[in-house]
């Protein structure tokens, strides 16, 4: 028997495209598949069981995967189903290294204590022979380490000695590597990017600017006294004019937003296009400041607030010719280290962890570190962290994620979050009509005022967001 499937949002506005035919977009997140249906066809799919279609409609629906033969229950355990088996998949490992407990903003939103001090050699070692042992581990496919901090630039010299090992285990062993570097970009120069990618396997890199020049060496501030907003954008506009020699580098402009900073995001996108970050390696990334286990009440900017201008910024992105994401592109899997034993944090002091919002935060290095790194045998995954039940508890509807039209491609976002009373839902979740206006015009679909107006028509066509 078919029946809706639970994961199919239908737009509430009707759209016509060239040839004058009128429809409404239909979003299905199990599939990230978006189609454009005639206003018949859609009106049928929200109020007409599917046993009382047109044989023909119901056949082209479920084709899309916008009908299903699983009852909602059953849906639901699939994708939770689907999820956790990509958690539970070790061929793929990944470690979040913490190289220097020290950085040099003072980002009054930043949860983290920093202090001076890099790895003693001893505690190196062990986090090296970790990585490299997975390497060596027979069914390991792919190794990734991902730099964090602190801010690792600050650590720039370890960094390269222990890269330096990373690619020479994955020559040795033949199991391919990469790495990713979050940074807060001021101790970047073209040199050293060009180093990192070279000779570190470094392909991708994630930058935060908070606003244009004044606004975010205000909201970000070197404990130096000296800006970095100007250098950050010259190092960025040098490595977009050697885009050649960077072929498979990513680099993720992130923007945290807070009610200081609201109102300048706009002229921060202005000042990203006249620097030619409107090229194919650049990626726009909007945050709202939230909670790192710290209270930031004061500068918090509302989550439906957050929504609306959302759209508004993605909106100007695009016309921009910048990118940004309309819709979710993929279903979740790994959605955070703090889901699966395959990969894990490994803080400067010497801690594994498994959520990355526990390193270099006094309460969590007392209380949440799964074992001294030194005193894990290094074929061993990490230990069992306290969210590795994470899809035992979506299965069991034990969190709201459960019955949620988005999880297929959330999957709960952040465990830690929930388990704080502090709901880490993405803004998608309150403008997702909004964003499908934007995929609308993207796919040279007008709005139409009335669909009441609209001609009868019934057919399911296939659009790209």
């Known amino acids: 028997m078919l029946t809706?499937?639970?994961?199919?949002?239908?737009s509430e506005n009707t759209y016509t495209d060239p040839a004058g035919r009128r429809g409404r977009l239909v979003y299905n997140t199990a599939t990230t598949r978006v189609s454009l249906l005639g206003t018949a066809a859609a009106r049928q799919l929200e109020q007409v069981a599917p046993d009382d279609m047109p044989t023909a409609l119901a056949d082209r629906l479920r084709g899309l995967g916008l009908l299903t033969e699983q009852d909602p229950e059953q849906e639901m355990q699939s994708v939770v189903a689907a999820q956790k088996a990509t958690a539970d998949d070790t061929a793929s490992r990944a470690f979040v290294l913490v190289p220097t407990?020290?950085?040099?903003?003072?980002?009054?939103?930043?949860?983290?204590?920093?202090?001076?001090?890099?790895?003693a050699p001893d505690h190196r070692r062990h986090v090296a022979d970790r990585v490299l042992a997975a390497m060596a581990q027979p069914g390991t496919e792919q190794v990734e380490v991902r730099w964090f901090g602190g801010e690792p630039m600050m650590a720039y010299a370890v960094l390269l000695a222990m890269s330096e090992e990373f690619t020479a285990g994955s020559a040795a062993t033949g199991t391919p590597y990469r790495a990713t570097m979050t940074t807060n970009g001021a101790l970047?120069?073209?040199?050293?990017?060009?180093?990192?990618?070279?000779?570190?396997?470094?392909?991708?890199?994630?930058?935060?600017?908070?606003?244009?020049?004044?606004?975010?060496?205000?909201?970000?501030?070197?404990?130096?006294?000296?800006?970095?907003?100007?250098?950050?954008?010259?190092?960025?506009?040098?490595?977009?004019?050697?885009?050649?020699?960077?072929?498979?580098?990513?680099?993720?402009?992130?923007?945290?937003?807070?009610?200081r900073n609201h109102g300048h995001v706009s002229e921060l996108l202005r000042d990203l296009k006249d620097a030619g970050m409107d090229h194919r390696m650049v990626q726009l990334d909007l945050h709202g400041v939230?909670?790192?286990?710290?209270?930031?009440s004061d500068v918090r900017l509302g989550r439906e607030e957050l929504a609306r201008q959302e759209v508004e910024w993605i909106q100007e992105i695009l016309g921009l010719g910048m990118n940004h994401a309309v819709l979710p592109r993929a279903r979740a899997g790994k959605i955070c280290p703090a889901v699966t034993r395959s990969q894990e944090v490994i803080s400067s002091t010497g801690s594994v962890f498994s959520c990355t919002e526990h390193p270099l935060v006094d309460r969590h290095e007392r209380e949440d570190a799964l074992s001294p790194v030194v005193m894990l045998p290094t074929p061993r995954l990490r230990p069992a962290g306290?969210?590795?039940?994470?899809?035992?508890?979506?299965?069991?509807?034990?969190?709201?994620?459960?019955?949620?039209?988005?999880?297929?491609?959330?999957?709960?976002?952040?465990p830690k979050h929930w388990s704080e009373s502090d709901p880490p839902c993405p803004?998608?979740?309150?403008?997702?009509?909004?964003?499908?206006?934007?995929?609308?015009?993207?796919?040279?679909?007008?709005?139409?005022?009335?669909?009441?107006?609209?001609?009868?028509?019934?057919?399911?066509?296939?659009?790209?967001?």
């Open 4 to 10: 809706k499937s639970r994961y199919v949002i239908v």
């Open 101 to 119: 407990s020290y950085c040099n903003m003072g980002c009054d939103y930043c949860g983290q204590t920093h202090v001076r001090g890099g790895l």
């Open 188 to 259: 970047l120069t073209l040199r050293k990017m060009r180093r990192l990618y070279d000779d570190c396997a470094v392909r991708e890199v994630c930058v935060t600017l908070d606003g244009p020049a004044e606004v975010h060496d205000a909201h970000r501030p070197l404990k130096s006294g000296q800006r970095s907003y100007a250098r950050i954008l010259d190092l960025l506009r040098g490595v977009v004019a050697e885009a050649d020699a960077f072929e498979e580098l990513s680099v993720i402009l992130r923007v945290n937003i807070d009610v």
């Open 290 to 296: 939230y909670a790192w286990s710290n209270d930031v």
């Open 386 to 414: 306290q969210f590795d039940d994470w899809h035992e508890r979506l299965s069991s509807s034990s969190v709201p994620c459960s019955g949620c039209v988005f999880l297929p491609v959330c999957g709960g976002s952040c």
């Open 427 to 465: 803004p998608f979740k309150s403008n997702i009509q909004a964003r499908m206006d934007l995929v609308a015009v993207l796919n040279n679909l007008r709005p139409v005022a009335d669909e009441a107006q609209s001609a009868a028509g019934g057919g399911a066509r296939s659009g790209g967001a």
